[in-house]
């Protein structure tokens, strides 16, 4: 009985690391021909050849697969979800806070992934993107619901990657070493300003 047993177990792991690097590699695929949006988990899994159930089980949701596929560290996906709870009051110093802690702790969010692999990776970089585009962008554009809502999450965009560069490319002084929460006391702010500030008259 014991003797069986030692053996089912790893031929069950095999079965289960094999389907999940099919899943891997066939997601991978995916993305590269038809974009982020247009790749749907079970579009994945019927061309992996398994259940929609197992790609969920194994990496959590389509984020989760896809931050699995370009290397992005597992705790991108939620962090980002953090970012669209509670008021749109707060939500420059919950972009911010989530930017900066995710970048302190893994150096492996998708900002800091595009300004590092875009000259080396088109195809990586237009992924990234459209990634950014839609799971963040388009959702602050929806939060707001004003009629400048694409200028003003672009103009996010911006501070929040001239912060990424100012602090974890050319760590420029003092803010390189700011701690967490006075970058968010500063530049939360700032930010919330390009949100929900009154734009200047035209």
Same mark, same amino acid.
């Given at each position: 009985?014991?003797?069986?047993?030692?053996? &089912?177990?790893?031929?069950?792991?095999?079965?289960?690391?094999?389907?999940?690097?099919?899943?891997?590699? !066939?997601?991978?695929?995916?993305?590269g021909q038809r974009g982020y949006g247009g790749t749907t988990v079970r579009a994945i899994a019927t061309a992996a050849g398994?259940?929609? &159930?197992?790609?969920?089980?194994?990496?959590?949701?389509?984020?989760?697969?896809?931050?699995?596929?370009?290397?992005?560290?597992?705790?991108?996906?939620?962090?980002?979800?953090?970012?669209?709870?509670?008021?749109?009051?707060?939500?420059?110093?919950?972009?911010?806070? !989530?930017?900066?802690?995710?970048?302190?702790?893994?150096?492996? !969010?998708?900002?800091?992934?595009?300004?590092?692999?875009?000259?080396?990776?088109?195809?990586?970089?237009?992924?990234?993107?459209?990634?950014?585009?839609?799971?963040? !962008?388009?959702?602050?554009?929806?939060?707001? &619901?004003?009629?400048?809502?694409?200028?003003?999450?672009?103009?996010?965009?911006?501070?929040?990657?001239?912060?990424?560069?100012?602090?974890?490319?050319?760590?420029?002084?003092?803010?390189a070493s700011l701690p967490v929460d006075d970058l968010v006391g500063r530049f939360g702010p700032l930010v919330q300003h390009?949100?929900?500030?009154?734009?200047?008259?035209?």
């Open positions: 009985m014991t003797k069986h047993g030692t053996h &089912a177990r790893p031929g069950r792991w095999r079965s289960g690391a094999e389907s999940k690097q099919r899943i891997l590699q !066939t997601a991978r695929e995916l993305f398994v259940d929609p &159930a197992m790609v969920f089980y194994f990496f959590g949701t389509k984020q989760g697969l896809f931050g699995a596929v370009m290397d992005l560290s597992g705790d991108v996906p939620p962090a980002i979800e953090s970012i669209f709870t509670g008021s749109p009051d707060a939500l420059g110093e919950r972009l911010v806070r !989530t930017l900066v802690e995710n970048l302190d702790n893994s150096g492996r !969010t998708p900002l800091m992934m595009l300004t590092r692999s875009a000259p080396a990776d088109a195809q990586s970089e237009a992924l990234m993107r459209e990634f950014i585009d839609r799971e963040i !962008t388009d959702r602050v554009e929806a939060m707001l &619901a004003v009629p400048d809502a694409a200028l003003r999450a672009a103009m996010v965009n911006a501070q929040l990657l001239g912060l990424t560069v100012a602090r974890y490319i050319l760590r420029i002084e003092p803010i390009c949100l929900t500030g009154q734009a200047a008259p035209s």
